[in-house]
């Protein structure tokens, strides 16, 4: 506890930033460029940041903090295999005995070298030029603990960011009457169809972000009530709150690392990596070298062929004449893994599949398509949505242009 002690300041301002970080974004003000609240803060280096580095290094080298630190690790890896445990036992279909598998390698090996050495190549090369001190690493593990051990999915308390917002404009909304639950009263409306369902207040032009609940449901829900009466309450986000929350589509959740595509190729981040949390092995990762981009999709669901993992990845190229984008190739393909190359994406998305020679199914050369912003007639969101498996991801990615068309 010692430890956590000595950072409490720290992981405390971290969270608080993520939390400012989220709200910029839901009011259209932030950049979604993100590689985790503590990484992110070290990106903005400052007289304080490294002080909060000597502080490390007076105890980094202690037999007791090493311990520390690899005990915490293992806790982590150790709970996610009791997750994994009961996927198998449930029969699902997914990568889910592999990682167990790996995992329990992992436990087998780790110690404060791998710490210094493995974790920190993995992270260095997927967030290159950020993290330029190994000691980061440590600090990370140690903020993930604390986070998770501080922040309560599960509990509320009446007085929050959304009970103090609705206070200050002399609003009681009510909810120390329906369990914390936020009520639908007059003058709010139900909103599901971009990212996360919300509740729409229009006198305050802002919304309440839905927990807990589908899109889906929330339709139902909304549905049911203009044909019926009665009165309905939600669980809110207590936190994400401000003025002119917009109705945005993005899924905080499920940016890793990088952005949602802009409308300049050239200034996309060298990697992107989004995930769909409702079924943790889902996920898209975009990579950009030079004049070429790649997009490989991951699913729970994975096929297999010849003791080898199957991902489909689609790769292009383009070039830039007048500020104008234009597609000169384009190919998909199927990409083939070994088992213990393809868990190891979890930790690095550049990771390759090289287990047996790539198969493409069409290409494109020679050509000089101009990129539009019109999904209609966009020829990289029309072949990702034609291979691709996981929409939600896709939509989410491509969110900038899809509200700029009829899509």
Known sequence: MKYLESFGELFTICIREERERNINILQGNGNAQSFGGLIDHFRNTS???????????????????????????????????KVLEIKIKKGLKDSSSYKLAKNKKLLEVIDWEWIKVNMYEC???????????????????????????????????????????????????????????????????????NGLPKIYDSKNDTHIIIKFLPNDFVRYLSELKSNNEFDIAFRPDYDLVGEHIKDTSLILEGVI??????????????????IDYS????????????????????????????????????????????????????????????????CNKDNLPTTKGEAKKRFKTFKIDNANIEFTYDVNSNIIFQTLKAFFKNDVLINEYFEKIINQSSY
């Open 279 to 342: 079924t943790q092995g889902n996920k898209l990762i975009i990579q950009k070298k030079t004049k070429d981009l790649i997009f490989e999709e991951l699913v729970d669901d994975f096929e297999t062929h010849n003791d080898t993992v199957v991902t489909q990845v689609v790769h292009l190229q383009y070039k830039e004449e007048n500020n104008t984008d234009y597609i000169t190739h384009i190919d998909h393909e199927y990409v083939f893994y070994r088992f213990e190359d393809y």
């Open 123 to 193: 992270t260095a090369n997927s967030i290159p030029k950020i993290v330029s001190d190994w000691k980061i690493l440590p600090l990370d593990i140690m903020y993930r603990y604390y986070k998770k051990k501080t922040i309560d999915i599960f509990a509320y308390s009446l007085k929050n960011n959304l009970s103090d917002f609705y206070s200050s404009k002399g609003v009681n909304v009510g909810m120390e009457n329906n369990y914390g639950l936020f009520p639908l009263l007059p003058g709010f409306s139900l909103k599901y169809n």
């Open 47 to 81: 007289n304080k940041t490294k002080m909060y580095l000597d502080e490390l290094s007076k105890f980094i080298e202690e037999e007791e903090f090493q311990s520390y630190i690899i005990d915490l690790e293992k806790k982590r890896i150790n709970e996610e295999n």
């Open 257 to 274: 690392r990088g952005e949602i595509f802009n409308t300049n190729i050239s200034q996309l981040p060298q990697l992107s990596e989004l």
